[in-house]
Protein backbone atom coordinates (compact mmCIF):
# COMPACT_ATOMS: atom_id res chain seq x y z
CA UNK A 1 0.00 0.00 0.00
CA UNK A 2 1.41 3.64 -0.88
CA UNK A 3 -1.48 5.93 -1.62
CA UNK A 4 -2.47 6.85 1.92
CA UNK A 5 -5.97 5.87 4.15
CA UNK A 6 -7.75 8.00 6.02
CA UNK A 7 -10.27 7.15 8.92
CA UNK A 8 -11.36 8.79 11.96
CA UNK A 9 -14.08 10.81 10.71
CA UNK A 10 -18.14 11.05 11.39
CA UNK A 11 -20.40 13.27 12.88
CA UNK A 12 -19.93 15.39 16.05
CA UNK A 13 -21.69 18.64 17.52
CA UNK A 14 -19.95 21.86 17.78
CA UNK A 15 -17.64 22.03 20.32
CA UNK A 16 -16.97 18.52 20.14
CA UNK A 17 -13.50 17.13 19.09
CA UNK A 18 -12.37 14.58 16.36
CA UNK A 19 -9.05 12.46 15.62
CA UNK A 20 -8.43 11.31 12.39
CA UNK A 21 -5.79 9.44 11.28
CA UNK A 22 -3.38 8.49 8.10
CA UNK A 23 -1.85 5.54 7.10
CA UNK A 24 0.82 6.09 4.52
CA UNK A 25 3.59 3.09 3.93
CA UNK A 26 4.90 1.67 1.34
CA UNK A 27 7.88 4.66 0.66
CA UNK A 28 9.15 7.68 2.93
CA UNK A 29 7.34 10.35 3.02
CA UNK A 30 8.77 14.15 3.58
CA UNK A 31 6.32 16.84 4.60
CA UNK A 32 2.63 15.57 4.95
CA UNK A 33 -0.66 17.04 5.58
CA UNK A 34 -4.26 17.64 5.71
CA UNK A 35 -6.30 19.37 3.08
CA UNK A 36 -10.34 19.34 3.48
CA UNK A 37 -12.95 20.33 0.85
CA UNK A 38 -16.76 21.89 1.53
CA UNK A 39 -19.50 21.19 -1.31
CA UNK A 40 -19.38 23.35 -3.78
CA UNK A 41 -15.84 25.04 -2.99
CA UNK A 42 -12.07 24.23 -3.90
CA UNK A 43 -9.80 21.91 -1.37
CA UNK A 44 -7.97 24.45 1.09
CA UNK A 45 -5.38 23.36 3.52
CA UNK A 46 -5.74 22.72 7.39
CA UNK A 47 -2.22 21.33 8.39
CA UNK A 48 1.33 20.32 7.64
CA UNK A 49 4.06 18.67 9.43
CA UNK A 50 7.95 17.93 8.51
CA UNK A 51 9.22 14.92 8.49
CA UNK A 52 10.72 15.35 11.67
CA UNK A 53 7.58 16.73 13.22
CA UNK A 54 9.48 19.49 13.77
CA UNK A 55 8.10 22.02 11.92
CA UNK A 56 4.29 22.58 11.18
CA UNK A 57 2.00 24.65 9.64
CA UNK A 58 -1.97 25.42 10.13
CA UNK A 59 -4.53 27.37 8.20
CA UNK A 60 -5.27 30.82 9.97
CA UNK A 61 -8.60 29.05 10.13
CA UNK A 62 -7.61 26.04 12.49
CA UNK A 63 -4.88 28.03 14.40
CA UNK A 64 -5.95 26.92 18.25
CA UNK A 65 -7.80 24.04 17.85
CA UNK A 66 -6.88 21.74 15.51
CA UNK A 67 -2.90 19.57 16.17
CA UNK A 68 -1.06 17.58 13.51
CA UNK A 69 1.40 14.97 14.24
CA UNK A 70 3.40 12.26 13.12
CA UNK A 71 4.52 8.74 14.28
CA UNK A 72 6.70 7.16 11.48
CA UNK A 73 7.57 4.68 13.26
CA UNK A 74 3.91 3.45 12.71
CA UNK A 75 3.72 5.55 8.85
CA UNK A 76 0.67 7.37 11.03
CA UNK A 77 -0.34 11.23 10.69
CA UNK A 78 -3.07 12.27 13.20
CA UNK A 79 -5.19 15.12 13.27
CA UNK A 80 -6.32 16.03 16.56
CA UNK A 81 -9.34 18.52 16.39
CA UNK A 82 -11.11 20.62 19.33
CA UNK A 83 -13.63 23.00 19.24
CA UNK A 84 -15.02 22.12 16.59
CA UNK A 85 -17.08 24.43 13.95
CA UNK A 86 -20.44 24.28 11.65
CA UNK A 87 -17.29 25.26 8.96
CA UNK A 88 -15.30 22.42 9.74
CA UNK A 89 -17.61 20.10 7.80
CA UNK A 90 -16.28 19.17 4.94
CA UNK A 91 -14.25 15.69 3.19
CA UNK A 92 -10.85 15.83 4.70
CA UNK A 93 -7.95 14.62 2.82
CA UNK A 94 -4.56 12.73 3.98
CA UNK A 95 -1.72 14.23 1.95
CA UNK A 96 1.62 12.82 1.56
CA UNK A 97 4.86 14.17 -0.34
CA UNK A 98 7.71 11.76 -1.69
CA UNK A 99 9.84 14.25 -4.11
CA UNK A 100 10.70 16.90 -1.74
CA UNK A 101 13.14 17.16 1.26
CA UNK A 102 12.22 19.11 4.59
CA UNK A 103 9.47 21.53 5.47
CA UNK A 104 5.80 21.45 5.90
CA UNK A 105 4.08 22.24 2.93
CA UNK A 106 0.48 24.02 2.27
CA UNK A 107 0.06 23.93 -1.59
CA UNK A 108 -2.20 21.34 -3.12
CA UNK A 109 0.71 20.43 -5.63
CA UNK A 110 3.40 19.71 -3.23
CA UNK A 111 2.16 16.90 -2.67
CA UNK A 112 1.63 13.49 -4.81
CA UNK A 113 -0.17 11.12 -3.08
CA UNK A 114 -3.86 11.92 -1.62
CA UNK A 115 -6.15 9.52 0.12
CA UNK A 116 -9.81 8.95 -0.30
CA UNK A 117 -11.08 11.49 2.39
CA UNK A 118 -12.94 10.94 5.07
CA UNK A 119 -15.90 12.90 6.14
CA UNK A 120 -16.17 15.07 9.15
CA UNK A 121 -19.97 16.42 9.56
CA UNK A 122 -20.53 19.16 12.61
CA UNK A 123 -23.70 20.15 13.46
CA UNK A 124 -24.33 23.47 15.05
Known amino acids: QVHPVESGGGLVQAGGSLRLSCVAS??????MGWFRQAPGKEREFVAA????????RYADSVKSRFTISRDNAKNTLYLQMNSLKAEDTAVYYCAADSRNFGGAYYRVHDYDYWGQGTQVTVSS
Open 49 to 56: ISWSGGST
Open 26 to 31: GRTFSS
